[in-house]
């Protein structure tokens, strides 16, 4: 680039000018200002050239016209990807474009999620602080600092023709024209946007740029096409964004005028469409049109799954049940190891030096009595001004003062607090490498052992706890720190120092010269020769994120210096430049340990200085003629990034460049880039060292600076398939997906090694096969502190030959490093054990991925380069997640754009599929204390559901391959099976029945339920029939028999006279609960009309539950509406009017004001088969179904209740139930009259004023038998749970309770029974006394828990088991085990048979069919205007295939079982006990297997604790599920993997699509029972106002 040298700045404009992008990097200022002021200062210093429109930069980035030439080279940094130069390699950038290209062609519609407007955070860059930052995989915890700038630079530098060109992404808008000409005009290629593969910057110059000109114009029409598309885009927000038939990007030119077009008229359309403008008309599962954006996205989604899925899979492994999980079958083609038993590699003998020193303390002592002027180390201050100069006799004396003051000023001298032996933490910031060189001394001169740690800056720092746990167990009660640290930890209002999370309780010791008494002259520590004592423990952050101690005795750290000085040829006062960590690890062998053992002088730059300059390292090597320098790849990086002509560098003088990250595969192109740039300033290639180390292992291999004799540097280019295989194969045919690795020199002298198989016993592996290297040295370290078990398996690892036989009889450590000894015995390292993924048998490195993550164009898109990847074990498997920080700026389009091509780029080069992809807002993942990201604590809350982040893409269906195979239907036993008696196939026909109805007494003789109240007006005019409560608990009214009859005739003289009723016309009875609905009622059967009651519309509620109201009266044809006056005036009023139109309701009467008169002859019914009343209920599957009771089924009914209940007139019941149809209005309006017991009625809405309104009157009414429904019971549980303690002083008290029933049509909800009897069993409650009863449409009551009998059983079965339709019994507490509750007692008079629902046979006992039901009070069928018949008479009358052909039964459409207990019932007889499982219409086929919804929806409530309702169904074949979030809305996205895990866990489903709702969502009927129907279908129809929709791939 020629005029890259146009402009030179003086040297105090770059100053102002590295402290303007300091300022923006950590959020002082913002872009705004930072653009400004910089404009400013360079303004003066740039040629003033025209520019033209066309060229005119329009972006956000820059708001100041600068040339592109100029801009290129200042703005060059900001504008280039932001990337991890860690992960950066061209060859690996192609190789994702072209895997993209590559998945371009089967173009992938994948519908984007629906977020509701407020979670679409629009914000702006002031909001955000840039942070300290770098990208994390799996091995990342050791903590990666942040990059200088706002952004990491894409290029590697400008060495090449084309270098320096990171590749900018959308966002850098430059305008479409601008684009196109760089296409066509490729001479311009100077501006800051480079080819596609952000141009490699190794020494190719501009050879191939031919080739990349095409490619070029190729990319520049794509990003083109996407650039208009954004532009045409208007602003709607009134619906998100639809990416739906939007493929990415599209690179032909007839594609972009068409979406040039389709934008247009989709502004056009915008003024006309509905809301929602982009729905298709489609038809749901029940063939009803729906046009909607939902149902469009979940077609697209049903087709996105079309597709064909990886190869199927044959082998199964039993999961403990006959329901086989696949386990993945090796692939025959899979690469296999070929080659010989590979033999270990022997490094060269350690030479002894002669004047080697026999301990690192004598050493000290030498150098600081012999040389005490002799530097030792030199710091510097955040400017890179020299600091301070720690000579070697200052070193010594301040260690002497140090270990002094430990062993003798702490504690009393009896009990000194601190003895030889005791472990002490060391907490000194990076930037006082002095202080803590003294302490570490002093320590070891004490014979104490040291533990540097981190500084802890708040008490909840990422990770502390466990760095608490780890000083815990080593009994470290004493923490030694510098003055500057000591004032700057976080301090409790009274100044003294907090208790951080997890750690022991410590001494803080200032080490301070001047804090430290003098030791007396005649003391002096003992410097012995090395033994095998600890000398130090350095922290090690597994996988997890637990912490551990490695120990390292004084023999291992001497004979480690020596083996550094021998590989390193170190020699006596060299000067050596250190950027790295000085606590631990390669920082601490290098400038702390084996510098002091050669005298050489460090020079330390701490982590501040490279903030603000990233050249400073290399400006202290020119300085101080440096002749080493340790440093990592991003230091490197960060180099090549500021490195702005800087005239004045030599680095002639460095013979040795370590650089200590060398292992990590992509530290290579680092090393590349800076060798390329830097050569010209005398860097010599053979000056870079790359080294290999792990905590455990010490340093493992190092590069030796070149002599003549030495093997030249290796290279190996690797397929990343065979890599996956763990076999090594040099790639041939597939160019995509390779990693290149460079050696990292041979093994350390005097020591041996040998590569183990990862998993299992640890054999040799052969020549061509990757495997954890082992070393065996003296030079290792040697335990975890205090974990024998660990330390076994990782520090004596004996080897075994293929023969089986030891390698050597002398224990073997394990690195941790995953690669193989190559040719020459050089070492490559291909990855870390820690960032390993073996996911479906085949192994992938995080790092590669993230890797290949941050290649993905835009390379902007992600925060500072900052991802996370790791898996996560679900279902049996591992699955890889990946989480990135995306930028501040970024739109819902972008991520969503960017997440789909990272998942294609993974699958093309890894063959591994993403299982989900996250993105949080940038700077919100944990980080470690250098900065990275903290890998373990991001997985934490990404486990736990808190990671909040603003968008989330799953994709089960791609990833999970070894679900159980969908079930085959087995043909059932058909009517050819012996039926010997009773038995089915080999087991007791499953039936059962209540009591027999034979014993007549007084009241039984009359047939109809109107003369029933005559004969007790006559007989006891004055018994209190009933009671209605208010909600302050005192009696709002009541009714005598007489009352009642008095006022029903009253009623049944307005029908006759009024409303001109004929016999058997119908009348619906539109009150509130309470009295008059009784009065009404039996006036209704007084005149001979049939009543149908019907709850009334909510008054604040008009528009939704009058409509329900006009179609139940327009279905049971009623001729007049009866009710009260306050209704009858709502049903004018101006809402409900605009509702229904008043004109279209029969005559509305209203009852408040009775004649006086009484009808002249009360009806008598001449059949008892006639109509009595109808039943109108909204079923759970949302159907409106009326049945028809006659007055025998009636009679029958209360009949059945009044002797399972033992009902006489003495006996007193209290009711909270609605009154309108089921058991609940039989209990409220019939039962009372012809038992003659006094009802107690509470209306449940009262309960919403004074919860505790129900259990008060039954204590104060000392009630034996209530009934309630489950709302008044969740009520009560939610409502007083905290509340028992008031209820017990104000004397509630429920010890006479023996019966409390729910009523319910449902599976018992056996956790609400018992959580409310633990609940009020302080009250008295009987545990026992709670039960539930079981009716449906074809019969209201099939069950109902009696006084008499056996108590209610519990039993717990198999899940898995029930989806094949079977009965297996478990034990409690095994898994899969699900508790189901019995029903409560067959009613007298009641029969029960299971039957098969498609054959219809008889099923056998403990099998799960579908309950008939024969019984006197039946229904008597279904009252429709339609009339269908064959539905009427298939529900009401069915007869079994084979077996008893010829009663009548009627199905109830529920499923369960029965099964013969040990228990007596009342007779003697052995008790039969029914378990409802659930009903058939809700039940969902699904991989032809049964599901429950309540199985599914109580799984995915217990798996947050955000989520207070769930509700599931199915939509061609796609599981929905709907989830209520208690919570603020950012915690959304938390759900969708947490939902998605549970489901795939416990049910074996994939869900495919997950919608977040607020409370209240999910429509609840009035017995407590989820509507899912209605959920539905106002999912498809749009009109469920979603937080979140995520579409699952």
């Excluded at 952000?198 to 490619?215: F, L, M, T, Y």
């Excluded at 960060?638 to 460049?657: E, F, G, P, T, Y």
């Excluded at 591994?912 to 993942?925: E, I, R």
């Excluded at 009716?1335 to 899940?1359: E, H, K, W, Y």
Aim: hydrophobic content about 35%; aromatic content about 6%; overall charge neutral.
């Amino acid at each position: 680039m020629a005029d890259r040298d146009s402009v030179a700045l003086p040297s105090e404009v770059r100053a102002r000018l590295a402290e303007l992008e300091l300022e923006l990097s950590e959020g002082d200022i913002t872009q705004k200002g930072y653009e400004k002021k910089r404009s400013k200062l360079i303004g003066a210093y740039l040629p003033q050239s025209p520019v033209s429109g066309s060229e005119a930069p329009m972006g956000q980035e820059r708001k100041t016209p600068v040339t592109p030439s100029s801009s290129s080279r200042y703005n060059r940094r900001r504008l280039s990807g932001s990337r991890d130069e860690r992960y950066r390699s061209d060859v690996h950038t192609e190789a994702v474009q072209a895997a993209l290209a590559k998945h371009k062609e089967r173009k992938m519609a994948v519908p984007m999620p629906s977020k509701r407007r407020s979670l679409v955070v629009q914000t702006s860059m002031d909001a955000y602080t840039p942070p300290d930052t770098s990208s994390g995989s799996e091995g990342e915890a050791d903590g990666e600092e942040e990059c200088p700038e706002e952004d990491r630079v894409g290029g590697g530098g400008g060495g090449g023709g084309g270098g320096g060109d990171g590749t900018s992404s959308l966002e850098d808008s430059l305008s479409t024209e601008h684009w196109v000409s760089r296409g066509l005009h490729p001479a311009s290629s100077s501006t800051t946007t480079g080819s596609s593969a952000s141009s490699s910057s190794s020494s190719r110059g501009s050879s191939g740029s031919g080739a990349a000109v095409g490619r070029l114009a190729d990319v520049l029409q794509q990003h083109a096409h996407l650039h208009r598309h954004r532009l045409h885009r208007t602003e709607n927000h009134s619906a998100p964004p639809d990416v739906t038939g939007y493929t990415n990007n599209s690179s032909s030119s007839s594609d972009g005028t068409q979406v040039d077009r389709a934008a247009c008229t989709g502004n056009a359309a915008h003024k006309h469409a509905p809301k929602y403008g982009n729905a298709e008309l489609m038809e749901t599962g029940d063939g009803v049109p729906v046009s909607s954006r939902v149902s469009a996205k979940i077609q697209q989604l049903v087709n996105t799954l079309k597709r064909p899925k990886r190869p199927p899979l044959r082998e199964f492994f039993v999961d403990d049940f006959e329901e086989l999980l696949e386990v993945q079958q090796p692939d025959p083609n899979q690469p296999r190891a070929e080659g010989a038993q590979m033999s270990p590699s022997q490094g060269e003998q350690l030479g002894v030096v002669t004047n080697w020193p026999p301990s690192l303390e004598a050493a000290l002592q030498r150098w600081g009595t012999i040389s005490p002027k002799a530097p030792c180390l030199s710091t510097m201050d955040p400017n890179g001004k020299p600091l301070y100069v720690l000579t070697y006799g200052k070193l010594w004396s301040r260690s002497i003062k140090v270990a002094y003051n430990l062993l003798h000023k702490l504690g009393s001298k009896q009990e000194p607090l601190v003895r030889p032996g005791d472990r002490v933490a060391l907490v000194y910031p990076n930037n006082d490498p002095a202080a803590f060189i003294t302490a570490f001394y002093g320590c070891l001169l004490a014979e104490v052992v040291p533990v540097p740690i981190e500084v802890p800056l708040s008490r909840k720092d990422a990770g502390s706890q466990q760095i608490g746990f780890l000083l815990g167990s080593c009994g470290v009660t004493v923490a030694l720190t510098s003055d500057a640290c000591h004032k700057g930890l976080p301090k409790s209002p009274t100044g003294e120092i907090q208790q951080f999370k997890g750690w022991p309780k410590v001494l803080w010791f200032v080490t301070e010269s001047k804090h430290l008494s003098k030791p007396p002259r005649d003391w002096f520590p003992l410097t012995k020769d090395a033994n095998q004592d600890t000398a130090y423990i350095e922290y090690k952050t597994c996988k997890d994120g637990s912490v551990l101690g490695v120990t390292v005795t004084r023999v291992a750290m001497l004979a480690h210096s020596q083996a550094l000085t021998q590989c390193c040829s170190y020699t006596e006062a060299e000067t050596i430049v250190n950027v790295l960590d000085f606590k631990k690890d390669v920082g601490l062998w290098h400038a702390v340990l084996t510098s002091v053992m050669n005298m050489m002088h460090v020079i330390s730059i701490p982590y501040a200085l490279m903030k603000v300059n990233p050249l400073s390292w290399i400006q202290k090597v020119c300085q101080y003629k440096a002749r080493v320098a340790c440093v990592k790849s991003r230091d490197m990086h960060w180099a090549l990034v500021a490195h702005r002509d800087q005239r004045d560098i030599n680095l002639s003088s460095l013979r040795m460049l370590l650089v200590a990250d060398g292992s990590n595969p992509w530290s290579i192109s680092s090393c590349d880039a800076f060798l390329n740039v830097f050569q010209t300033k005398g860097l010599r290639s053979e000056v870079i060292c790359p080294c290999a180390s792990s905590p455990e292992a010490l340093t493992v291999a190092i590069r030796r600076p070149v002599e003549e004799d030495s093997v030249p540097p290796g290279r190996g280019v690797l397929s990343m398939s065979g890599l996956s295989h763990g076999v090594i194969r040099v790639d041939s045919e597939e160019k995509l997906s390779v990693l290149t690795l460079q050696d990292v020199g041979s093994v350390m002298p005097g020591g041996l090694m040998c590569a183990v198989k990862p998993e299992g016993l640890p054999l040799l592996c052969k020549t061509d096969e990757i495997g954890e290297l082992c070393v065996c040295t003296l030079a290792t370290g040697t335990s975890y502190y205090g974990l024998s078990g660990m330390t076994k398996n990782t520090f004596e690892v004996f080897p075994l030959s293929g023969a089986g036989s030891p390698l050597s009889d002398v224990p073997f450590t394990r690195t941790g490093l995953l690669g193989f000894i190559g040719p020459a015995g050089l070492i490559f390292v291909a990855g870390k054990m820690d960032g390993l993924m073996v996911v479906g048998g085949r192994r992938h490195n995080a790092d590669d991925i993230v890797a290949t993550a941050l290649a993905v164009e835009p390379m902007k898109f992600v925060y500072r380069g900052r991802i996370a990847v790791f898996s996560i074990t679900v279902l049996h498997d591992e699955r890889i997640v990946v989480v990135a920080e995306q930028r501040p700026d970024s739109t819902e389009e972008d991520s969503f754009q960017w997440m789909s091509r990272v998942l294609q780029a993974i699958d093309g080069i890894h063959q591994v599929g993403v299982y989900c992809l996250a993105l949080v807002p940038s700077n919100t993942l944990p980080k470690t204390p250098l900065g990275g990201i903290h890998l373990s604590e991001t997985k934490q809350l990404f486990l736990e559901g808190a990671l909040h982040p603003c968008n989330v893409l799953m994709c089960p269906h791609t990833c999970v391959t070894n679900l159980p195979k969908p079930r085959q239907k087995q043909p059932e036993i058909g009517p050819a099976s012996v039926m010997v008696g009773n038995l089915v196939s080999g087991k007791r026909i499953a039936q059962a029945s209540g009591r027999d109805l034979t014993q007549m007494e007084d009241n039984d003789q009359f047939l109809f339920l109107s003369e029933v109240l005559q004969w007790r007006a006559q007989t006891t005019p004055d018994h209190v029939l009933y009671t209605l409560l208010n909600s302050r608990g005192t009696i709002a009214s009541s009714l005598t028999c007489v009352q009642l009859h008095k006022r029903a005739e009253k009623i049944a003289a307005i029908l006759s006279e009024r409303a001109h009723l004929q016999d058997g016309d119908h009348v619906a009875l539109v009150y509130p609960p309470g009295v008059d609905l009784v009065v009404a009622f039996y006036g209704c059967l007084y005149a001979g009309c049939v009543p149908i009651t019907v709850r009334p519309p909510h008054p604040q509620n008009i528009t939704t539950t009058l409509p329900t109201v006009k179609m139940i009266v327009e279905v049971s044809r009623s001729v007049c509406v009866m009710t009260t006056q306050v209704i009858s005036k709502l049903l004018r009023s101006k809402e409900a009017t605009a509702t229904v139109d008043l004109r279209t309701w029969p005559p509305v009467i209203d009852t408040d004001d009775l004649p006086k008169k009484k009808p002249p002859l009360l009806h008598k019914p001449l059949n008892p088969d006639t109509l009595a009343y109808l039943d109108f209920s909204v079923s759970t599957t949302g159907m409106l179904a009326g049945v028809k009771m006659s007055h025998s089924a009636t009679s029958a009914f209360c009949r059945s209740i009044k002797l399972q209940c033992e009902l006489y007139p003495s006996r007193e019941v209290a009711i909270c139930l609605d009154p309108y149809c089921g058991l609940g209005f039989v209990l409220w309006c019939l039962c009372s009259v012809y038992s003659g017991h006094q009802s107690i009625l509470i209306p449940p809405s009262e309960l919403e004023l004074n919860p505790s309104l129900w259990l008060s009157a039954v204590s104060q009414y000392k009630v034996r038998d209530t009934f309630c429904s489950y709302s008044v019971m969740e009520l009560c549980t939610k409502g007083l749970g905290l509340q028992t303690d008031a209820l017990k002083s104000r004397g509630v008290d429920l010890s006479r309770v023996r019966t409390c029933v729910v009523v319910a049509e449902e599976r018992p909800r056996i956790s609400l029974t018992q959580s409310f009897s633990k609940l009020f069993k302080d009250l008295g409650l009987h545990p026992r006394a709670v039960s539930t009863s079981f009716g449906c449409r074809v019969n209201l009551a099939i069950c109902l828990q009696g006084t008499s009998g056996p108590d209610p059983t519990t039993v717990f079965v198999d899940m898995r088991a029930l989806r094949h339709d079977r009965v297996r019994l478990v034990e409690r507490g095994s898994p899969h085990s699900l508790p189901l509750m019995e029903s409560g007692k067959i009613l007298p008079g009641v029969r029960i048979i299971i039957a098969n629902p498609e054959t219809k046979g008889p099923m056998g006992e403990s099998h799960l069919g579908e309950i008939w039901v024969h019984s006197g009070h039946n229904a008597s069928g279904y009252f429709t205007v339609y009339g269908d018949e064959a539905l009427q008479s298939d529900h009401f009358c069915s007869r079994l295939s084979f077996g008893d052909t010829q009663t009548v039964w009627a199905r109830t459409g529920y499923l369960g079982f029965l099964r013969r207990t040990e228990l007596t019932d009342a007779n003697g007889e052995r008790h039969d006990a029914l378990y409802v499982v659930g009903a058939l219409e809700e039940a969902m086929e699904l991989r032809g297997m049964r599901y429950h919804p309540i199985d599914i929806e109580t799984s995915v409530i217990r798996t947050h604790k955000s989520i207070t309702e769930c509700a599931v169904f199915t939509w061609t074949n796609l599981l929905v599920v709907v989830v209520e979030l208690d919570g603020s809305e950012h915690e959304a996205l938390d759900l969708v993997p947490m939902v998605t895990n549970v489901v795939l866990e416990e049910h074996y489903l994939i869900v495919g699509v997950v919608v977040v709702v607020d409370i209240g969502v999910i429509p609840i009927n009035s017995r407590g029972e989820k509507q899912r129907m209605h959920l539905r279908d106002g999912f498809l129809a749009d009109q469920l106002d979603p937080i979140y929709v995520a579409y699952n791939m």
